[in-house]
């Protein structure tokens, strides 16, 4: 036996979405908000008529969606020519006749439709859907109901032709509504909880969209010579960011995208680990059980009359912005919680598999320094650290939760996990340590 002989070395695989996806995106994004931050001066060369200000409107928000968004679409077709790929499930050189699908359609619109219904049900029920901030997400779904309704007919008949297997979970959900023979309930559950995390999210996401878009197109430039000003406009730019590629994301769970769901997380534990991050059932604000933010100060507070240590301690925040930002880019159109819809391996995923909550996790922690009070108690300082160190414990407990389905779903993702053992230094370091 050759004791000499080293271990195999494990290679990164190819990440299932191509780089240049997010930066199309974003690349039409920045134009769009310097458009409406200089439409004054666009309406006057233009000669448009309308209001000479900046536009920051809601629904201007949602066109810098739409068209951030088709152009990853696009870019993704043309370029990157994912609607080929074997992953989506389409045979696009051998479509079946009309005929042979009609039934097998319309069984399918009933289940879509269905779906549709008891998503709509439950934000009718739940009365935090019709409060700030979920209003505007939920006004905006409701105009596009309708719309969605009369294109599903048109665009399952068409996909129906090239799908290898029609009968997919939609399906499943439409025959056991009608009582036909074959239908699974398996499929059922997995269609189901793909879509629960769609209603949920998308909700959620378009409601937080003009905020954002609004503050960064409104900011004046005033004060871009002080740290702490430029510190906060720069984070509110990466966060809108964030939320604009995130929200195209739930939005565009296409096959010929190959961007559909192909699983959601099956643990119930994933599940409480994800929305205890989110309202209505966050528990990290609000004066909710974690939240650490009472008898703190933030990092301005404590380095005021330091520019030095502002300047460098904004780069710092600057900078862990940023990696969540692009945490969320490299996905193009795939973004989505507790979800399965390919593997990224580039980007900030070369450095961790969680690059969104540690960059995140470490943010909280040097914007609050929880272990400093103004109140000068030593209480305050242990509590609010202990409890920061509570919230960090739940985003460990999320990735703990997203690796069990990934792993359980793709052997591409286990390879990639086993490539960061070693491969991703910030993995690496993580792992000696704990």
Same mark, same amino acid.
């Given at each position: 036996m050759d004791c000499s002989a080293s271990p195999s070395v494990v290679s990164r695989p190819q990440s299932d979405v191509s780089a240049s996806v997010g930066l199309v995106g974003l690349a039409v994004l920045v134009a769009w908000v310097m458009v409406c931050r200089s439409w004054p001066m666009v309406a006057d060369a233009l000669d448009l008529g309308g209001p000479r200000e900046p536009l920051a409107g809601p629904y201007t928000a949602v066109m810098a969606l739409a068209l951030s968004s088709g152009a990853m679409a696009l870019w993704s077709v043309l370029v990157d020519k994912v609607h080929r790929r074997a992953s989506t499930g389409i045979d696009w050189a051998h479509p079946r006749p009309l005929r042979d699908v009609l039934g097998i359609s319309a069984v399918k619109l009933v289940g879509l439709w269905v779906t549709w219904a008891v998503i709509g049900t439950a934000y009718c029920l739940f009365r935090f859907y019709w409060q700030e901030p979920w209003l505007f997400g939920i006004r905006l779904i409701g105009l596009g109901v309708v719309p969605m309704a009369l294109l599903s007919v048109p665009y399952v008949l068409w996909l129906d032709r090239v799908l290898i297997d029609p009968r997919d979970g939609a399906w499943h959900c439409g025959a056991w509504v009608l009582g036909r023979d074959g239908a699974d309930g398996g499929q059922v559950l997995l269609h189901a909880r793909r879509w629960a995390v769609k209603g949920f999210f998308t909700a959620f996401m378009l409601s937080i969209l003009p905020g954002g878009f609004a503050a960064v197109v409104h900011f004046d430039g005033a004060g871009l010579g002080d740290p702490v000003a430029l510190t906060n406009w720069l984070i509110t730019w990466l966060f809108m960011i964030d939320v604009q590629i995130g929200t195209a994301g739930y939005l565009f769970t296409l096959r010929p995208l190959d961007a559909h769901i192909r699983s959601a997380?099956?643990? +119930?534990? #994933? @599940?409480? %680990?994800? =929305? !205890?991050?989110?309202?209505?059932?966050?528990?990290?604000?609000?004066?909710?059980?974690?939240?650490?933010?009472?008898?703190?100060?933030?990092?301005?507070?404590?380095?005021?009359?330091?520019?030095?240590? +502002?300047? #460098? @301690?904004? %780069?710092? =925040? !600057?900078?862990?912005?940023?990696?969540?930002?692009?945490?969320?880019?490299?996905?193009?159109?795939?973004?989505?919680?507790?979800?399965?819809?390919?593997?990224?391996?580039?980007?900030?995923?070369?450095?961790?598999?969680?690059?969104?909550?540690?960059?995140k996790n470490l943010f909280w922690w040097s914007v609050t320094l929880p272990f400093l009070s103004p109140t000068g108690s030593l209480v305050d300082c242990m509590r609010n650290t202990a409890i920061l160190a509570m919230v960090s414990a739940v985003y460990w407990w999320r990735a703990k939760t997203e690796e069990r389905h990934l792993l359980g779903q793709d052997a591409k993702y286990r390879a990639y996990w086993a490539w960061a053992e070693t491969g991703a230094p910030i993995t690496r370091l993580l792992k000696r340590v704990f």
């Open positions: 997380n099956p643990y +119930l534990d #994933g @599940w409480v %680990a994800a =929305l !205890v991050c989110y309202p209505p059932f966050i528990m990290m604000g609000g004066n909710g059980p974690l939240d650490y933010h009472p008898g703190t100060a933030e990092w301005s507070q404590w380095l005021a009359g330091h520019e030095w240590a +502002l300047w #460098g @301690w904004g %780069a710092w =925040l !600057v900078a862990l912005t940023g990696v969540y930002g692009w945490a969320t880019m490299v996905f193009g159109l795939r973004f989505s919680n507790l979800t399965y819809r390919g593997v990224i391996t580039h980007g900030p995923y070369r450095l961790t598999r969680h690059p969104a909550y540690v960059s």
